[in-house]
Nanobody
Framework: QVQLVESGGGLVQPGGSLRLSCAAS????????VGWFRQAAGKEREFVAG????????NYADSVKGRFTISRDNARNVVYLQMNSLKPEDTAVYYC?????????????????WGQGTQVTVSS
């Protein structure tokens, strides 16, 4: 089992950057796939980016390709989401999630472990 804690959210102007962190407990975290999801007010939770275990294959939603980068530091049990060129429509609560099957999927139902979320607000 793994516990996840997100951090790094905040208020940023359009065009700005933020880096979110997802810190995990558990000695086998490197074997988990990790996904970042977001949920805007009144909308369903949606997939943003994911990284597999091992070599760390990545997958991105079309809406964030070229702007967001997911990476992981297995020695520190942390997964990052670097977000650049932020837009107002990126405003949401961002969640990280982990799946011990190790490969990235884009559906919320595939991830048994979730963090509490961190708010990202993009506004001038």
């Amino acid at each position: 089992q793994v516990q996840l804690v997100e951090s790094g959210g905040g208020l940023v102007q359009p065009g700005g950057s933020l880096r979110l962190s997802c810190a995990a407990s558990g000695r086998t975290f490197s074997r988990y796939a990790v996904g970042w999801f977001r949920q805007a007010a009144g909308k369903e939770r949606e997939f943003v980016a994911g990284i597999s275990w091992g070599v760390g294959s990545t997958n991105y939603a079309d809406s964030v390709k070229g702007r967001f980068t997911i990476s992981r530091d297995n020695a520190r049990n942390v997964v990052y989401l670097q977000m650049n060129s932020l837009k107002p429509e990126d405003t949401a609560v961002y969640y990280c999630a982990a799946d011990d099957r190790g490969y990235v999927t884009t559906t919320t139902q595939s991830y048994p472990y979730w963090g509490q979320g961190t708010q990202v607000t993009v506004s001038s």
